[in-house]
């Protein structure tokens, strides 16, 4: 069966630049570009909280320039052009890098993940979703962290390493159930069917040796 893949956004609209702040009132999204609120860990300083103003611009400048960059990708992804978007989020990684932006380097890493698995690329795809699960684990964004188990799982399933896809499922699970997702890919009996997946192919060669 196919995994199901859910790309990443880096914005829900709007969004915030480097030098705002999000109203007290307002949901924070995993893929909100603000680097200064929530989706920086709470022991580490941003390295733009005392940035002087011609610094902070510029950097504003090139997170535009960056997340510009990721929709055009995003676009071409959802079209199945996977060659096509490589360079554009290539391009946008290389500048969040540059900028120190790890929440839009996670989500740009997670969609080159997703778009070499679809490449049949799974050595690829779980290097790049190995590095989108460290942000993720970085930043505390515990959603983001259950989608890159749920990606590396389905690039093991597709290597038919099942053992490691099946441990990869349950930690997923296990962080499903902890914040009560239940939409999307990482709801519940989305998880299970993959699970069975993996058991199924696992348990196959030893039913067909008992058979013979």
């Not at 080159?112 to 190995?130: K, S």
């Not at 998880?191 to 013979?212: E, F, G, K, Q, Y």
Request: charged share 20%.
């Amino acid at each position: 069966m196919r995994p199901p893949r859910s790309p990443l956004r880096l914005r829900s609209g709007g969004g915030y630049g480097l030098g705002e702040t999000r109203p007290a009132t307002t949901t924070p999204e995993p893929w909100d570009l603000d680097p200064l609120n929530e989706v920086w860990p709470e022991t580490e300083l941003s390295p733009w909280a005392t940035a002087p103003p011609q610094i902070l611009a510029q950097a504003d400048r090139q997170l535009s320039e960056a997340a510009q960059l990721f929709e055009q990708g995003l676009e071409l992804l959802n079209r199945s052009q996977f060659r096509a978007a490589i360079p554009l989020f290539e391009e946008a990684l290389a500048i969040l890098q540059a900028i120190g932006h790890r929440p839009g380097q996670g989500a740009t890493l997670g969609n080159l993940g997703l778009i070499y698995a679809d490449l049949g690329e799974y050595e690829r795809a779980i290097d790049f979703h190995e590095q989108y699960l460290e942000i993720a684990q970085e930043i505390g964004e515990q959603a983001w962290e259950g989608a890159a188990l749920s990606s590396l799982g389905n690039a093991y399933l597709s290597l038919s390493q099942y053992e490691r896809a099946i441990d990869l499922y349950e930690q997923q699970l296990a962080i499903v159930r902890e914040i009560g997702d239940r939409t999307g890919e990482g709801a519940p009996w989305v998880i299970w069917v993959m699970l069975t997946s993996a058991w199924a192919n696992m348990s196959a060669p030893s039913i067909s040796m008992n058979r013979t």
